[in-house]
Each structure stands twice: as structure tokens, then as C-alpha cells.
């Protein structure tokens, strides 16, 4: 049973860098993980993708200030220069391939940690 568990989300001032991790348990082998976000009114999007191979993907709002990285059952999410409209719940996500970013076509989800920028 694959089970994923964020951490490391609070609140910081703009400018800031916060760091979220996301443990994976279920799986013995590197997937493709993806990191979304929400903000209260808003539908979930896309943050940052990495698969088996550290090939990394970003949305073009992060690109610069976030970094992915991936090692076996800790991934984490690397935040620089944190702006207002950062602030929203993040989740982490994976999936056997990262044929997509799309919410939608992620199979198991962890259940989000906060992040509010001031």
C-alpha cells in the first residue's frame, strides 16, 4: 500500500525559503513525483515533477526559486524567494511514469502541508 506524507510547511515572510519533504512508503523502486499546490478558491496546479531519472519539470511561476530532488522514499521541495502568492497547500504525488503533470493523472496523494507566504 503506497502511503505519502508531507512535512516541513509554516509560514514565512516573503523572500523567505522553506523546504518540504515528502516520504513515500510502498514502493521499491524510484517514481515520478510530483509536487502540486492549491490556494483557497483555486483549482490544484502543477508545481514541479521529477521521475526515475531526475528529469525535473517546473511550472513556469517557480522556475528559478524551486528545486525538486528525489532519493528513494525521501523526496524533497526546495523553496527560494518565496512571494505572497505562494501561499497555498502543497501535496505530493506519484505516479509509475511522469507522462503527465495533470492532478488528475496522479495515482496516490499525501494529504498536503501549509505554506503561507507574508
Known amino acids: 500500500h503506497v502511503q505519502l506524507v508531507e512535512s516541513g510547511g509554516g509560514s514565512v515572510g516573503a523572500g523567505g525559503s522553506l523546504t518540504l519533504s515528502c516520504e513515500v512508503s510502498g514502493y521499491t523502486s524510484r517514481h515520478c513525483i510530483g509536487w502540486f499546490r492549491q490556494a483557497p478558491g483555486k483549482e490544484r496546479e502543477p508545481v514541479a515533477s521529477i521521475d526515475s531519472h531526475e528529469t525535473m519539470n517546473y511550472a513556469d511561476s517557480v522556475k528559478g526559486r524551486f528545486t525538486i530532488s528525489q532519493d528513494n522514499a525521501k523526496n524533497t521541495l526546495q523553496m527560494n524567494s518565496l512571494k505572497p502568492e505562494d501561499t497555498a497547500m502543497y501535496y505530493c504525488?506519484?505516479?509509475?511514469?511522469?507522462?503527465?503533470?495533470?492532478?488528475?493523472?496522479?495515482?496516490?496523494w499525501g494529504h498536503g502541508t501549509q505554506v503561507t507566504v507574508s
Open positions: 504525488a506519484t505516479r509509475s511514469y511522469c507522462t503527465t503533470t495533470s492532478a488528475s493523472g496522479f495515482n496516490y
